[in-house]
T-cell receptor, first 115, second 113 residues
Framework: DVKVTQSSRYLVKRTGEKVFLECVQDMDHENMFWYRQDPGLGLRLIYFSYDVKMKEKGDIPEGYSVSREKKERFSLILESASTNQTSMYLC??????????????FGPGTRLTVL | DAKTTQPPSMDCAEGRAANLPCNHSTISGNEYVYWYRQIHSQGPQYIIHGLKNNETNEMASLIITEDRKSSTLILPHATLRDTAVYYCIVRVPYGGSQGNLIFGKGTKLSVKP
């Protein structure tokens, strides 16, 4: 079974703090995604990584950065947290190069609250 | 990506089969049908996908009509833990960031004791 884990299920931070969200997958997948999910807005892509050290901005990258130093780990960084970044953050991985299919496997999500 | 239409909600008795329909009348020849679900406050979960033939895995079966304009996801013996929102997505497999998932409103399945 594909396992995607995220560092925290719930997180509370203060405005202006730097926040690190970590995601680890154990299936040697090349591609990894960071989304946020808000009521009524569905999933929105923040960043995508093709492979190690490779990244591409998604639809809403402002206020976020990412790091992919190892294949299994994809980190999302909120440089200076703001209240409008309160959301559910979801990480996903995909074995695109090996399967040619864009089936994505998600982590459990991190519910971040910024006060 | 082809547009899909799903009923907003359905009920199912525990232990019975849950049959979730999806209409995709504008599907093109190279588009696949994917199903995901999302249990409340959890990450989405991939269930199954198919192109033309019916598919079965340990979670569910996918029945695609011969003209491919509609499909049905079948959970053979629904349990309370199957209560979730189920999303049907029709699209060509994308590489790159174009592969980001876009969910519609889905069907909220409630499995009742």
């Amino acid at each position: 079974d594909v396992k995607v884990t995220q560092s925290s299920r719930y997180l509370v931070k203060r405005t202006g703090e730097k926040v690190f969200l970590e995601c680890v997958q154990d299936m040697d997948h090349e591609n990894m995604f960071w989304y946020r999910q808000d009521p009524g807005l569905g999933l929105r892509l923040i960043y995508f990584s093709y492979d190690v050290k490779m990244k591409e901005k998604g639809d809403i990258p402002e206020g976020y950065s990412v790091s992919r130093e190892k294949k299994e780990r994809f980190s999302l960084i909120l440089e200076s947290a703001s209240t409008n970044q309160t959301s559910m953050y979801l990480c996903a991985s995909r074995a695109w190069r090996t399967s040619g299919q864009d089936t994505q496997y998600f982590g459990p999500g991190t519910r971040l609250t910024v006060l | 990506d082809a547009k899909t239409t799903q009923p907003p909600s359905m009920d199912c008795a525990e232990g019975r089969a849950a049959n979730l329909p999806c209409n995709h009348s504008t599907i093109s020849g190279n588009e696949y049908v994917y199903w995901y679900r999302q249990i409340h406050s959890q990450g989405p979960q991939y269930i199954i996908h198919g192109l033309k033939n019916n598919e079965t895995n340990e979670m569910a079966s996918l029945i695609i009509t011969e003209d491919r304009k509609s499909s049905t996801l079948i959970l053979p013996h629904a349990t309370l833990r199957d209560t979730a929102v189920y999303y049907c997505i029709v699209r060509v497999p994308y590489g790159g960031s174009q592969g980001n998932l876009i969910f519609g409103k889905g069907t909220k399945l409630s499995v009742k004791p």
